[in-house]
């Protein structure tokens, strides 16, 4: 059954009516909600979140810092339904010497972590790992844990990142399957996709990843990227097979198009601009501090002084753009409490679109819908180098809708237009320059130009970044400076290989004797994008981009 027109509403409707103050602890606003389910299909637990289900609880853990990483309590598997647990949390926690930690390990089993038996060995080859990898990282169709869990339950096997990411992620499963491609992992390519065609079929969207948690956001769009890419394996019959799909996760970003006005310019994901011109902005639903980092949301809320929902909303909708966080988001530019996410009209998000688009146009039969989606395309090109272009910097740059200027913060986000081929020859031109005076450091490309202590940031590099302005730089014949990020992305990551028998997450490209740093948690080990990214950087030598 597809739930797309019954769960979205009533995922927006349990975002938007949270406890309006993050730090109550005291009363469980929750309790006075109840919410008709129609459909026999869905248990009201399936649909809530963990801060929804335990309400108090939850709170008490989080605030508490029980565990040093917030994500670990709402991956937790609970013993019993959220309504046992509550009543044996309120009969219990007023009790002489009641132990809330004893509770909750008592009440909820640890996270899932699969007993792999696998351990590094240094004696295999970077390649080598990475391919005894994928099994390790690799979860079986079905797998769940309860009613009152968190996990949303996959019909296919999917390849999550690792450490901490015990779950599927939507663009982080793009750079994922280049290397299952390029590793000739052809059955596991399919069934990311078919995964990923369920969440749209079922939720109207693709989520952040399939945990209750992530229901009120997406990540960047890439699965017509990732059809493209199934497409590369099997043949053209791919786009036909996925056509409806994509046409959906378009319609899901460009839900409120029709209700923007000059007094009401941004609805949803989409913003007007001048001249009729509409773009897209990232955007989460919800309202109220992310259940996974509640404590340093609520913290950051209390030190930003700002409307607690506000706040909330654009920590929210930075962690939907996948740079959580970045000097790019920032009105200081220094600090999170000033993010200011959804008055941002974003290159990279557009260009994404603009790709989609693209592939629909490319892929779909019928003549009239073809021109459409053509037409589409070609306004959306034309925005993104009107209004995302600053012709002083020599740059694709955010454009903060809400005062009509750049934000004036560089990153990596301006070489997705190369990416998807929306740049005029002369602007790839002027990116290359830049991207080789400024951000090409000695392990890689630096993703902004700010040292702000935030992973998405100076002195980091992230491998999907990395192989973006690669095979965006190729697509316009600047080889030279492409082989260069290449060969210095490929050497660090040799070297971490070469030291602690593990690639991770993200690099440090500008000290090279380090690993990395930077967050809101320690550098992850596994690691998908990592492991796809170095695997088709790898395969370059035989297959050059197009």
Not at 70 to 84: C, E, H, L, N, W
Not at 149 to 173: A, M
Not at 245 to 268: C, K, S
Request: with cysteine; glycine share 8%; net charge negative.
């Amino acid at each position: 059954m597809r739930l797309a027109y019954l769960l979205w509403p009533l995922v927006v409707l349990f975002a938007c009516n949270a406890d309006r103050d993050p730090t109550l602890s005291a009363n469980d606003a929750s309790e006075a909600r109840t919410v008709e389910i129609v459909s026999d299909s869905l248990d009201t637990e399936r649909l809530q979140a963990p801060d929804e289900l335990f309400g108090e609880l939850f709170r008490e853990v989080q605030m508490q810092q029980l565990y040093p990483d917030g994500k670990t309590f709402v991956d937790m598997i609970p013993q019993q339904s959220a309504r046992a647990i509550m009543e044996a949390y309120r009969a219990e926690r007023s009790a002489q010497g009641f132990d809330l930690k004893n509770f909750v390990e008592t009440h909820f089993d640890p996270p899932a972590s699969p007993e792999s038996g696998f351990t590094s060995d240094g004696s295999r080859s970077i390649t080598d790992h990475i391919d005894a990898l994928w099994p390790v990282l690799t979860r079986r169709a079905g797998s769940d844990e309860g009613s009152a869990g968190s996990l949303i339950v996959l019909p296919q096997d999917y390849v999550v990142p690792g450490g901490r990411f015990r779950e599927v992620y939507y663009w982080d499963s793009y750079f994922t399957l280049l290397g299952l491609a390029a590793a000739g992992q052809d059955s596991l390519v399919r069934s990311m996709v078919t995964n990923f065609a369920y969440l749209i079929d079922e939720l109207g969207f693709i989520p952040n990843g399939n945990r209750t948690y992530y229901l009120t956001r997406s990540q960047p769009p890439f699965f017509g990227l990732m059809v493209e890419v199934l497409a590369g394996i099997e043949g053209e019959q791919v786009y036909a097979e996925f056509l409806e799909q994509m046409e959906a996760e378009h319609a899901f970003w460009m839900r409120g198009e029709g209700e923007v006005t000059a007094a009401r310019p941004a609805v949803n994901h989409v913003v007007l601009l001048g001249d009729s011109t509409v773009l897209n902005r990232y955007y989460d639903a919800g309202d109220r501090p992310r259940a996974e980092s509640y404590r340093e949301d609520v913290l950051t809320i209390r030190e930003s002084g700002r409307d607690s929902q506000l706040v909330a909303r654009h920590l929210r909708s930075g962690a939907e753009s996948g740079w959580d966080f970045s000097a790019r988001w920032f009105a200081d530019g220094q600090n999170l409490s000033t993010i200011v996410t959804t008055d941002i009209v974003p290159p990279d998000l557009n260009a994404l679109l603009y790709k989609l688009e693209t592939l629909l146009a490319e892929h779909t039969e019928l003549i009239p819908e073809k021109e459409a989606w053509q037409q589409r395309a070609d306004r959306r090109r034309v925005a993104i180098n009107d209004y995302l272009w600053n012709e002083s910097s020599g740059w694709y740059e955010d454009h903060n809708w809400s005062t009509g200027e750049f934000t004036g913060y560089l990153t990596l986000a301006g070489v997705y237009p190369l990416f998807v081929e929306a740049a005029p020859e002369d602007r790839a031109v002027a990116v290359a320059r830049r991207l080789e005076s400024e951000f090409l450091a000695p392990g890689g490309l630096r993703t902004s130009l700010q040292q702000t202590g935030q992973q998405w940031d100076a002195p980091n590099g992230w491998p999907p970044l990395q192989w973006m302005a690669y095979a965006g730089l190729r697509h316009y014949g600047i080889d030279d400076l492409a082989t260069s990020i290449r060969s210095r992305w490929m050497t660090n990551n040799e070297r971490v290989y070469e030291n602690v028998d593990k690639l991770v997450e993200k690099y440090n490209v500008e000290d090279i004797t380090l690993e990395a740093g930077g967050g809101e948690y320690p550098v992850q080990d596994g690691f998908g994008w990592s492991n796809g990214v170095y695997l088709r950087m790898a395969s370059e030598v035989a297959t050059p981009p197009e």
